[in-house]
């Protein structure tokens, strides 16, 4: 078993916040078991929570750390969706870390027939407009399955949330922060989605959304 040695301030504080945040998911069942992986972006390679592990339970010091080629530099091996969160990551410069979670809502949306596959959420609120935009559907890939790294990264060019088909969302932001309140904002608008199923709804209009990009600097 490989442990993680560093020294960079800035790495350490990054481990600290992967582990808090991993925590704060779990207890608050946005993750269970093992599900789930979270990626920070560093000036030297990224940081990705080790394989099979809890995100309630999380070590700093045994975080992989990898580098840009996927090489496996300090900690305990990659969650076996490295590639995933790599590919987000090469498309997305402004990505700095990245949430992917198997929330129970957003999972349930994406067992669902007959979804907007390029916008499987209307804009039901400002929030959800502000924190995700357009939120596009995968097509079905089995777990670890390598095409599913092109098949993000064409989607990660133009959005920061991706839904995989009868799997869960991924979310990139800027700090690990901003992606976990983007996760969080995405499962709540996933609930409502579907507790307002065959009840008439009034999403926002293109107006409003453009208001909202006007308003915010949005860029979806």
Known sequence: MSIAIHSKPEEARQREQ??????SLFERGLTAGSSGNLSVRLDDGWLLTPTNACLGRLDPARLAKLDWDGRLIGGEPPSKEAFLHRAVYQERSGAGA????HSTY?????CMCGLNHADCIPPLTPYFVMKIGRLPLLPYHRPGDPALAGAI???A??????????HGPVVSGATLEAAVYAAE???????LFLLLR?????????RQIDELKSAFGLDI
């Open 185 to 191: 904002e995405l499962e709540e608008t996933a609930k």
């Open 98 to 101: 990245i949430v992917h979670l």
């Open 153 to 155: 990264g064409a989607l």
């Open 18 to 23: 992967i582990v808090a945040f991993g925590r």
């Open 198 to 206: 065959d009840v008439p709804t009034r999403p926002l209009d293109a």
């Open 157 to 166: 060019r133009k959005h920061s949330s991706v839904l995989l088909a009868n």
């Open 106 to 110: 957003s999972a349930a949306v994406s």
